[in-house]
């Protein structure tokens, strides 16, 4: 991978965290209250929950890393090597402790939902990953907005599609070489994992599991 930081732009980490089930759970809940909930001009709990639960997110990441935008289900965040980034084992934890709280937020949750209707008890399928890319990228202003543009940026993003659920479940840390050797990431407890994606050189990641 080319390491050189492109003209006005920067190389850092890129943070993707992503809520599994997101896209099934609030359609089912769409479709199951479309003539009540909505009917009515009220807003299913289930939407209040996913924008709580991407509020707890961010909560957990900003700082350290920066808010580049919400993406539908997932936080996309991004740091420069210069920034006050833990390193190591410790960032293992503060993604590890995101995971913890999403957890305990989703219980929290469960405990007072106010609907039992077979779409919102599907609440418990919502899960939590993460992808931590490392890559040189630039920040533009695209329609009165900040957007991060690069290959190595749209690789993170390919990277959400990948075999790691296979090997540890929905709760994963998926960390590319790339970004395990910019930041001292341990690889104790990794399952190692090799992903190809058209246009690209297979990348290499290890996978933390988090349940």
């Not at 707890?56 to 580049?68: L, Q, V, W």
């Not at 395990?180 to 246009?199: F, G, M």
Request: charged share 20%; hydrophobic share 40%; aromatic share 8%.
């Amino acid at each position: 991978m080319d390491r050189s930081v492109q003209p006005g732009g920067a190389y850092g980490p890129l943070l993707l965290a992503d809520i599994s089930g997101y896209t099934g759970f609030l359609q089912s809940v769409t479709d199951a209250h479309r003539d009540d909930a909505f009917a009515g001009g009220q807003v299913p709990d289930a939407y209040g929950l996913v924008s709580s639960l991407l509020d707890g997110i961010i909560e957990r990441i900003a700082p350290p890393f920066t808010i580049s935008k919400l993406e539908g289900d997932a936080v996309f965040a991004f740091a420069r090597d210069e920034d006050d980034i833990p390193r190591g084992a410790a960032l293992l934890d503060c993604l590890a402790a995101c995971y913890t709280s999403f957890r305990e937020q989703l219980a929290g949750a469960e405990q007072i939902w106010t609907c039992r209707c077979d779409a919102c008890s599907r609440v418990d399928t919502l899960d939590l990953k993460f992808v931590l890319h490392a890559g040189s990228y630039v920040v533009q202003s695209i329609g009165g907005s900040r957007e991060l543009v690069g290959s190595e940026v749209v690789m993170a993003h390919r990277l959400l599609r990948n075999r790691a659920a296979e090997l540890v479940g929905p709760a994963y840390a998926l960390i590319t070489e790339a970004a395990a050797s910019r930041l001292d990431i341990p690889s104790d407890d990794a399952h190692e994992l090799t992903e190809t994606y058209e246009h690209y050189q297979p990348i290499a990641a290890r996978v933390y599991a988090l349940r």
